[in-house]
């Protein structure tokens, strides 16, 4: 199978919609590639997990809604699910299956009041109550200054049901506990590394490194093969390249003899050779008259080359004639 990075839009978006179906049940398909439904138990109450995939995912992100409304640090006034922390880091290269399962999990665990039982469910924005986000490293956890979380102590203007939704696991502190927590940050970095929500994405995190080292691993086995295969290319151009002179030599060649024996070329050469012989004629002709030749070499010379003369004028004028019928026909 390719690594994420080498794949193309459609296949990741495909291998996306595939992990939504391995990691989680009752996934109902409403329309093929966009949208789709988790139907699952959350305390006494039955959830709908709404999932809508745009054009642009995975480049974006999905959107999640649930229904009935319900009362969740994660979700917003829409029902809409913005900050479940699989969802804040979400890239082409999560997994989409993993990210809804989280989600569900944290609503199976820790169950939500519906918005309809009449209990308040927002943190005012006075509360030092917070759900923090997911630690970057393991190296940075012991330096991060936890500002948000500045007392655990419950304030007297939450409900039970707003304490449950931001720490439940405050509850079963005692009152000595909470004072502890409040006042060791070694506590409270112990405290927050325990919430189920963390370690999830902390196991998210874990996952994402072992591919990347996967993936990493994979490219390294790859190098040899690749360098293999670039000096393969670079000898195959050199190849091309000298293949390339040798036809440019050879085509040159071609055109200077198609060029000299060309008809038209050995018609002018016959032209050319008939006039030359009948002018030696004529040169020989002249010497016997100047008495330079006797009459037996006269007669051997002048009889060979007046010969000689007359066939080439001979087929001279047939290839013309040739010519000229080859020229009428359209050729």
Request: hydrophobic share 30%; proline share 5%; with cysteine.
């Amino acid at each position: 199978m390719l690594p994420k990075i080498y794949r193309s839009d459609p296949d990741i978006r495909r291998h996306q919609i595939n992990t939504l179906k391995i990691f989680n049940d009752n996934v109902v398909e409403i329309c093929e590639g966009h949208e789709y439904q988790i139907a699952f138990k959350s305390g006494r109450n039955e959830l709908c997990l709404h999932i809508s995939l745009s054009k642009e995912f995975p480049n974006e992100k999905p959107l999640l809604t649930i229904s009935p409304g319900i009362g969740h640090q994660w979700v917003n006034s829409d029902s809409e699910i913005t900050a479940a922390p699989g969802l804040l880091n979400f890239t082409i290269h999560s997994d989409l299956g993993r990210v809804v399962q989280a989600i569900i999990r944290e609503f199976e665990r820790n169950p939500p009041p519906l918005k309809n039982d009449g209990s308040s469910t927002s943190v005012t924005p006075g509360s030092n109550i917070t759900s923090p986000t997911v630690p970057i490293r393991d190296s940075e956890r012991s330096n991060l200054n936890y500002s948000i979380i500045n007392s655990f102590s419950s304030p007297t203007h939450l409900s039970n049901s707003q304490k449950r939704l931001v720490f439940p696991e405050l509850n079963n502190l005692s009152l000595e506990e909470l004072e502890f927590l409040n006042s060791n940050s070694d506590r409270q970095e112990e405290f927050l590394n325990e919430i189920p929500a963390i370690k999830e994405q902390n196991k998210y995190l874990d996952e994402l490194i072992v591919q990347v080292e996967e993936l990493a691993e994979t490219n390294l086995s790859k190098q040899v093969e690749l360098v293999e295969l670039k000096a393969n290319i670079d000898k195959r151009i050199e190849e091309v390249t000298k293949l390339a002179f040798e036809n440019e030599r050879l085509h040159v060649k071609y055109q200077n003899l198609s060029d000299k024996y060309s008809p038209v070329n050995i018609k002018d050469q016959l032209r050319s050779g008939a006039e030359k012989a009948e002018q030696e004629c004529e040169n020989i002709a002249d010497s016997f008259l100047k008495g330079d030749i006797d009459v037996d070499r006269f007669v051997t010379l002048y009889t060979k080359t007046r010969s000689l003369c007359q066939t080439r004028k001979t087929k001279e004028e047939k290839l013309s004639h040739q010519l000229d019928s080859l020229l009428k026909a359209g050729f």
